[in-house]
């Protein structure tokens, strides 16, 4: 499960704080099973500094019960002693970067914790936000892990407290999350190995519900309850596979546009790549090649901060330019007046009533265009996963597009 559902397949492979943070909860996990406390709470430290910092909720149970069983001067000190080595190490990059000293780690919890922004102003969602999201990317694996405590019951001995101490962050931190405002996928990245483990522990139990403890072999049912467990899990890999493949199938566009402009280094250096309303899914300037000079947005409606084209004559990296806000309230300069610089444009195409650049063929040519899925009209099962020989025919596509300008006297090419 760990390897193969759709969640933890997406969140391994992201390069985000969240997913460091949920690779210290599967060591600090492992390790306290393995009854390391030392360890895991040194472990659970830099998941929570080198990481990110709200995770030190998911760490609290197993850091509160390693205090207790193994020492509590031992495995204080190796937890302290971690986090006042990778504090020293955090000041010293930041003052590095900043120029002067502070901590990103103390910053970023000011502003999301003690009042210093507004978290909701980024988006927010409802309570239930998780628990769908939870479905899509753990099917059934999801709704097992959440009967965990239902099996306690019966397969205490096996279970607990050792796994339940492992696991219960799972509760809290959903919980705690939902009452949340501001919501994201990645923010459950911690708890994804722990749904792995609950739903393993639930479906590995199948026969205990079934047995008579009194009884010298296994009943009928039992052993067909035995037989079962290859079946649910083959079950949630098939379910996992088939929302791997819509995702990647269907909203993979975005990345595999930028891959183009490889292939048009001939409209030279000095390039100028243009963007509107799809900021969002722009990937980063890694994917951009080099003979394009700046990446440009274009107003397309949103009114939110946006990034600006590195500027050196600010001061570097240590300077705070004073465009930037933390009321993400859009700085007037950060678009484009109008598209006359752009040597090429990006945009989605989803065959709404107003027009899109595109089609407007006497100043655009179409370089490469990649069917996008269209969230809005494509129906929540066939989009959320695929079925074979559904999929293309329920949901509807856009195309993703990139763009170039015809020079002026020019045609486009056929």
């Given at each position: 499960?760990?390897?193969?559902?759709?969640g933890?397949?997406?969140?391994?492979?992201?390069?985000?704080?969240?997913?460091?943070?949920?690779?210290?909860?599967?060591?600090?996990?492992?390790l306290?099973?393995?009854?390391k406390?030392?360890?895991?709470v040194?472990?659970a430290?830099?998941?929570?500094?080198i990481?990110?910092p709200?995770?030190?909720?998911?760490?609290?149970?197993?850091t509160?019960y390693?205090?207790?069983?193994?020492g509590?001067?031992?495995v204080?000190?190796?937890?302290?002693?971690?986090?006042?080595?990778?504090?020293?190490?955090?000041?010293?990059?930041?003052?590095?970067?900043?120029?002067?000293?502070?901590?990103?780690?103390?910053?970023?919890?000011?502003?999301?914790?003690?009042?210093?922004?507004q978290?909701?102003?980024y988006?927010?969602e409802g309570?239930?936000?998780?628990?769908?999201?939870?479905?899509?990317?753990?099917?059934?694996?999801?709704?097992?892990?959440?009967?965990?405590?239902?099996?306690?019951?019966?397969?205490r001995?096996?279970?607990?407290?050792?796994?339940?101490?492992?696991?219960?962050?799972?509760?809290?931190?959903?919980?705690?999350?939902?009452?949340q405002?501001?919501?994201?996928?990645?923010?459950?990245y911690?708890?994804?190995?722990l749904?792995?483990?609950?739903?393993?522990?639930?479906i590995?139990?199948?026969?205990?519900?079934?047995?008579?403890?009194?009884?010298?072999?296994?009943?009928?049912?039992?052993?067909?309850?035995?037989?079962?467990?290859?079946v649910?899990?083959?079950?949630?890999?098939?379910?996992?596979?088939s929302?791997?493949?819509?995702?990647?199938?269907g909203?993979?566009?975005?990345?595999?546009?930028?891959?183009?402009?490889?292939?048009?280094?001939?409209?030279?250096?000095?390039?100028v790549?243009?963007?509107?309303s799809?900021?969002?899914?722009?990937?980063?300037?890694?994917?951009?090649?080099?003979?394009?000079?700046?990446?440009r947005?274009?107003?397309?409606?949103?009114?939110g901060?946006?990034?600006?084209?590195?500027?050196?004559?600010?001061?570097g990296?240590a300077?705070?330019?004073p465009?930037?806000n933390?009321k993400?309230?859009?700085?007037?300069d950060?678009?484009?007046?109008?598209?006359?610089v752009?040597?090429?444009?990006?945009?989605?195409?989803?065959?709404?009533?107003?027009?899109?650049?595109?089609?407007?063929?006497?100043?655009?040519?179409?370089?490469?265009?990649i069917?996008?899925?269209d969230?809005?009209?494509?129906?929540?099962?066939?989009?959320?996963?695929?079925?074979?020989?559904?999929?293309?025919?329920?949901?509807?596509f856009?195309?993703?597009?990139?763009?170039?300008?015809?020079?002026?006297?020019?045609?486009?090419?056929?």
């Amino acid at each position: 499960m760990l390897c193969l559902t759709s969640g933890c397949f997406f969140a391994s492979t992201s390069f985000l704080p969240s997913s460091f943070s949920m690779y210290a909860v599967t060591l600090s996990s492992a390790l306290f099973l393995l009854q390391k406390y030392a360890m895991a709470v040194s472990v659970a430290a830099a998941g929570v500094i080198i990481g990110w910092p709200f995770s030190i909720l998911v760490f609290f149970p197993i850091t509160f019960y390693s205090l207790s069983r193994g020492g509590f001067k031992k495995v204080f000190l190796s937890g302290l002693l971690t986090s006042v080595l990778i504090l020293a190490f955090s000041l010293l990059a930041d003052y590095y970067c900043y120029g002067r000293w502070t901590s990103s780690v103390f910053n970023l919890v000011q502003y999301n914790v003690l009042g210093g922004g507004q978290s909701h102003l980024y988006g927010t969602e409802g309570p239930l936000f998780y628990f769908r999201n939870g479905f899509n990317n753990f099917n059934f694996c999801f709704i097992l892990a959440l009967l965990f405590l239902a099996i306690l019951p019966i397969a205490r001995k096996k279970y607990a407290p050792d796994l339940l101490i492992v696991v219960s962050p799972m509760y809290i931190w959903l919980a705690f999350m939902s009452l949340q405002a501001h919501k994201e996928e990645r923010f459950l990245y911690p708890i994804y190995p722990l749904i792995c483990i609950a739903a393993t522990a639930v479906i590995d139990s199948f026969p205990d519900l079934f047995r008579d403890k009194y009884a010298v072999e296994d009943t009928l049912i039992v052993q067909i309850a035995k037989g079962l467990r290859p079946v649910f899990l083959g079950l949630i890999l098939c379910a996992s596979h088939s929302r791997t493949f819509s995702i990647l199938n269907g909203y993979s566009a975005p990345l595999e546009i930028y891959k183009h402009l490889e292939h048009h280094g001939d409209a030279g250096t000095g390039s100028v790549l243009c963007v509107g309303s799809e900021w969002h899914r722009f990937p980063s300037s890694f994917f951009v090649p080099s003979y394009v000079s700046e990446v440009r947005w274009v107003d397309d409606g949103f009114r939110g901060l946006l990034p600006f084209p590195f500027n050196s004559s600010f001061g570097g990296m240590a300077a705070a330019p004073p465009y930037f806000n933390d009321k993400n309230k859009a700085a007037g300069d950060q678009y484009l007046k109008g598209t006359e610089v752009c040597t090429f444009f990006v945009e989605l195409d989803l065959k709404r009533p107003f027009p899109a650049r595109g089609t407007d063929l006497s100043t655009w040519e179409t370089l490469a265009a990649i069917p996008f899925l269209d969230r809005e009209l494509s129906p929540a099962t066939y989009r959320s996963f695929f079925i074979p020989y559904k999929w293309q025919e329920k949901n509807v596509f856009g195309l993703y597009k990139l763009l170039k300008k015809i020079p002026k006297g020019g045609r486009a090419h056929t």
